[in-house]
């Protein structure tokens, strides 16, 4: 049982545009919510996270999204450059940032020059 | 000055034998973790420690054995490996601010 889905294995995004990853998720008890970044090769490197108490939360070039009503949150990067290019996974947790993380299978992102 | 440092980084071994991944992290975190990313890319807790407690073991086999001597060091013994066990293990620390990451073990059981 997937509790944390992002459906696009991947995306391609020109340099200087906006990427837009989303995630999706399944338990209502979850409060609190990452992106992670990861380069092969390495372990995943924290990006931006969001409490369920609140809709937005931005971090220079990458805001976080969270629509508690639909279970859905996304990842804006906006504008998208090369060194961007990464596996990124949505997490989400019960309880704040350091309780188990229950992953999503991620999204490779592509950031073309 | 590496955060959090796993060995090996690759280990290639037959089915049946026993290993140990290392961890160690300098940060000072509480609690410790292991997550395995198997072949499908599904990042898994596997055991949660805090000061040396285990807090969480997400029904793993018990041929995984995870070992914290201190709250820096957690270690992860597996026996009688498996073809399935083949997969990247993750260490990972955190405290309120969230977690930090190892670089990930490759182990491939053949």
């Known amino acids: 049982d997937q509790q944390v889905k992002q459906n696009s294995p991947s995306l391609s995004v020109q340099e200087g545009r906006i990427s837009i990853l989303n995630c999706d998720y399944t338990?209502?008890?979850?409060?609190?919510f990452l992106w992670y970044k990861k380069y092969p090769a390495e372990g995943p490197t924290f990006l931006i996270s969001?409490?369920?108490?609140?809709d937005k939360n931005e971090d220079g070039r990458f805001t976080v999204f969270l629509n508690k009503s639909a279970k859905h949150l996304s990842l804006h990067i906006v504008p998208s450059q090369p060194g961007d290019s990464a596996v990124y996974f949505c997490?989400?947790?019960?309880?704040?940032?350091?309780?188990?993380?229950?992953f999503g299978t991620g999204t490779l992102l592509a950031v073309q020059p | 000055d590496t955060a959090v440092s796993q060995t090996p980084k690759y280990l290639v071994t037959q089915m049946g034998n026993d290993k140990s991944i290392k961890c160690e992290q300098n940060?000072?975190?509480?609690?410790m973790y292991w997550y395995k990313q198997d072949s499908k890319k599904f990042l898994k807790i596997m055991f949660s420690?805090?000061?040396?407690?285990?807090?969480i073991n997400e029904t793993v086999p018990n041929r995984f054995s995870p070992k914290s001597p201190d709250k820096a060091h957690l270690n992860l013994h597996i026996n009688s490996l498996e073809l399935g066990d083949s997969a990247v293990y993750f260490c990972?620390?955190?405290?309120?601010?969230?977690?930090?990451f190892g670089s990930g073990t490759r182990l491939t059981v053949v």
């Open positions: 990972a620390s955190s405290n309120t601010d969230g977690y930090t």
């Open positions: 338990n209502s008890m979850f409060d609190y």
């Open positions: 969001i409490s369920s108490i609140k």
């Open positions: 997490a989400a947790s019960k309880g704040g940032a350091t309780n188990k993380l229950i």
């Open positions: 940060l000072g975190h509480d609690t």
């Open positions: 420690y805090n000061n040396k407690e285990l807090i």
